[in-house]
């Protein structure tokens, strides 16, 4: 079973920045890492996609976040990060990450992000 862990997440006035972190670990055995991502779940709707990195270091970004938000990943640590600049009230949210190995999809279990005056 992976271990999936975010950090980073809390309270940012409008325009301010926050830096996510998401490690993965499956105690002393590799993992086979496709590709990590970033979604979010705000209240009333459903989770969607901001960000996702593939080994290969190729990136995809949802439009609202282009711009804004810029994903990262280090492969020799399983770990991905996603810098959130010019924050906006509407991506308050619970930011979760999503380990893809093999077969397999694996979740944190979220970090809230509040965007507020």
């Known amino acids: 079973q992976v271990r999936v862990v975010e950090s980073g997440g809390g309270l940012v006035q409008p325009g301010g920045s926050l830096r996510l972190s998401c490690a993965a670990s499956r105690g002393i055995f590799p993992i086979n890492i496709n590709a990590m991502g970033w979604y979010r779940q705000a209240p009333g709707k459903e989770r969607e996609l901001v960000a996702t990195?593939?080994?290969?270091?190729?990136?995809s970004y949802a439009d609202s976040v282009k711009g804004r938000f810029t994903i990262s990943g280090d492969n020799v640590k399983n770990t991905v990060f996603l810098q959130m600049n010019s924050l906006k009230p509407e991506d308050m949210a619970v930011y979760y990450c999503?380990?893809?190995?093999?077969?397999?999809?694996?979740w944190g279990q979220g970090t809230q992000v509040t965007v507020s005056s």
């Open positions: 999503k380990v893809v190995a093999g077969k397999s999809d694996y």
């Open positions: 990195i593939t080994t290969g270091g190729s990136t």
